[in-house]
Structure formats: structure tokens, C-alpha cells
């Protein structure tokens, strides 16, 4: 997918005026959208001029703009046009909702995990947070300790959560 064609199909379906100013304002080349081929239909160019409508009224940086694109154009393709804009209002959930749509399973799997990683006694004080790095799924930990027995006491409560995880 060529930029040239990528704007003339703009054009055509009467986009260009919202679409060449976020081309030019992110920068975007030919190599970005290559994603995009697989497009045929009217339709399905419509549906993905308007989630980048969408993406452009919540000013979207140019990656999380490019990402999101990426993942709309592979739902199209899957045929989620109904589900598509569920939850747009908020880019946030919009992104979630997209991602829970586009990776069933890996949303289950990945609440399930949540669920269970917050359930174990995490040290006193400690900040735990869940997530997703690739394909990998886990949890941040962070921790303060100022002194030996923190430190000691930080570990036995580690101690604690590895037990019960192996205990499962």
C-alpha cells in the first residue's frame, strides 16, 4: 500500500481533507501503512477512515495511532464492523475494548492472572501493578526498604507469595 493510493482512496471516499493534515502532521510514509493492503472493499475503507477520525479527534501519538490502525484494519478484516467503535470516547477503553476483541483468549487469560497475581500477599507497602509486555504477562513489583529488617521482612513475604503460587 503506497501513500499515493492510501490518499487517493481518502480522496475518493471524501476523507482527504481531515486525512492529509494527520499525514502529514505525524509524518507517516508508505512503509507504515503497508498493513493496510489487504483492504479491498469500500466499506472496509470506510470503516478505517472513520476509526482514524477517531484517532485523530483524541490526538493520538503517531505509534499509538499507527498500533491502533494496525489492529482496526486486522478487525475489519475479521469482520467486527458492529463492535468496532463500541467505547471510542475514550481512547483507553477503546484500545482495550479493541484488543479484547482482536485477542480473545489472551484477555481471558491475562483477567485471570490479574485476579489471581492481586489475591497473594504481596510485602506491606509494596506497589504491585499487572502487565503485558509482548508476550509476556506479569507483575511489577516495586518496593521501598531503608533498612536490613525491611529487607529481611520484604523476603520472607516473598517467601509467602512463592509458597502459596507453588502450592497451587
Known sequence: MGLDQFLLKA?????????????????VNANDLVFLSPLK???QWQLL???????I??????TDSLRSLELISDLILMGHEETL??????????????????YPATTQRDDALKVKLEKLPWPYGSKTKFERRGDRAGIELKMFITSEADLIK???????????????
Open 57 to 62: 479527534e483524541t490526538r493520538t501519538s503517531y
Open 85 to 102: 467503535f463500541e467505547q471510542s470516547h475514550d481512547f483507553a477503553k477503546w484500545s482495550s475494548h479493541l484488543k479484547a476483541l482482536r
Open 11 to 27: 480522496k475518493e471516499l471524501g476523507f482527504s481533507a481531515t486525512v492529509e493534515p494527520w499525514i502529514e502532521a505525524k509524518k
Open 154 to 168: 520484604a523476603i520472607s513475604s516473598l517467601e509467602r507469595v512463592k509458597e502459596q503460587i507453588s502450592g497451587e
Open 41 to 43: 472493499s469500500d466499506l
Open 49 to 55: 477512515f472513520k476509526a482514524l477520525l477517531v484517532l
